[in-house]
């Protein structure tokens, strides 16, 4: 009885009511830091172009040469071109990374038809780019890249009085580029050129398409070139597939067209100098370097699908060695 009269005194009950919670509290604390936390699942692999852009933002330094092989149809003697760029890019958020790249060509030209002499090999340096690229998740598998950039007009050969070897380089090494890099090699243009790419990345395969305007803009050599502005258009899909966590393999076609009727194009007779069609493939490597470190080293070979390259026999060979950290 005396028990019973204790739980009807209030202040006992909200004494031991009291006592009850803090040991309930206590008990959960205690499952909570047992149970293991549940692991956030790892985003899929993503398939990293070879010359598209990426649609993810990452700190990288990526460094990326393409060996071109071709021949002067007029005579069938061989050349080579080497067009070697250097990318670093540094992510500031999840979906932002600022960007710089620069680039140079060689160009060891076929021997011209006789008796014209053999034309010098040319070596420049080419436009920096600056850009930005913002990446955005709209789904678990879907994602977006927009990007922005634009060119510092310095390179080699350009100018009322550019060296003419220099200047063949140039010619030369937009064709080793598979022509998805003109506004490096538009060494007399200030060059702005949004572009936009989409990817599907799930079940170890990625698809991404990508679109690019480049608007060029003449600020020197207006005595060499007659055209003072002029647009450009690239566009490209990519499929890639991971056959182990360590290695994927994947195709990459890529299309130039210039939107506008620069004086090259009006005066071609050929008619093929507007459009650029090239497709890649080749296998990429992903070696782990450290918790968030990857080097991630790729080779392919192109073929173009239309002249003028066809017509010259082009074969591309691409070394891409990027490090993302």
Do not use: C
């Not at 009085?161 to 090494?173: R, S, T």
Request: zero cysteines.
């Amino acid at each position: 009885m005396t028990v019973l009269r204790s739980f009807r005194n209030p202040r006992i009950a909200s004494l031991l009511a009291g006592v009850a919670a803090i040991a309930w509290a206590h008990g959960a604390h205690a499952q909570a830091m047992e149970a293991p936390e549940t692991p956030k699942p790892k985003p899929p692999p993503y398939s990293l172009p070879f010359q598209l852009r990426p649609v993810v933002a990452g700190t990288v330094v990526r460094s990326d040469t393409a060996l071109a092989f071709y021949e002067n149809p007029a005579n069938g003697e061989s050349g080579t071109t080497v067009a070697s760029m250097l990318l670093a890019s540094y992510k500031i958020t999840n979906e932002i990374a600022p960007l710089v790249r620069v680039g140079v060509v060689s160009n060891s030209p076929p021997d011209a038809v006789a008796p014209a002499p053999n034309p010098p090999s040319g070596f420049g340096f080419l436009n920096p780019v600056l850009g930005v690229t913002y990446a955005l998740t709209l789904d678990p598998a879907l994602r977006l890249g927009l990007f922005l950039g634009v060119t510092v007009p310095v390179g080699s050969g350009g100018g009322n009085e550019p060296e003419p070897k220099n200047a063949l380089a140039n010619q030369a090494g937009i064709r080793a580029r598979s022509a998805m890099d003109n506004a490096m090699f538009a060494v007399n243009d200030f060059t702005v050129f949004p572009g936009v790419g989409l990817a599907y990345v799930a079940h170890g395969l990625t698809v991404q398409v990508e679109a690019t305007v480049l608007q060029l803009t003449r600020v020197r050599g207006d005595e060499v070139q007659p055209d003072g502005s002029k647009t450009n258009f690239t566009t490209g899909v990519h499929v890639g597939y991971f056959f182990a966590p360590f290695v994927s393999a994947a195709v990459e076609l890529r299309h130039q067209r210039w939107l506008s009727t620069p004086a090259q194009v009006e005066n071609d007779t050929t008619g093929t100098l507007r459009d650029t069609t090239t497709v890649a493939i080749g296998p990429r490597f992903h070696v782990k370097l450290a918790e968030k470190a990857w080097f991630r080293p790729a080779i392919t070979y192109a073929l173009p699908l239309d002249d003028p390259m066809a017509d010259a026999k082009y074969s591309i060979v691409q070394l891409d060695l990027p490090f993302a950290f």
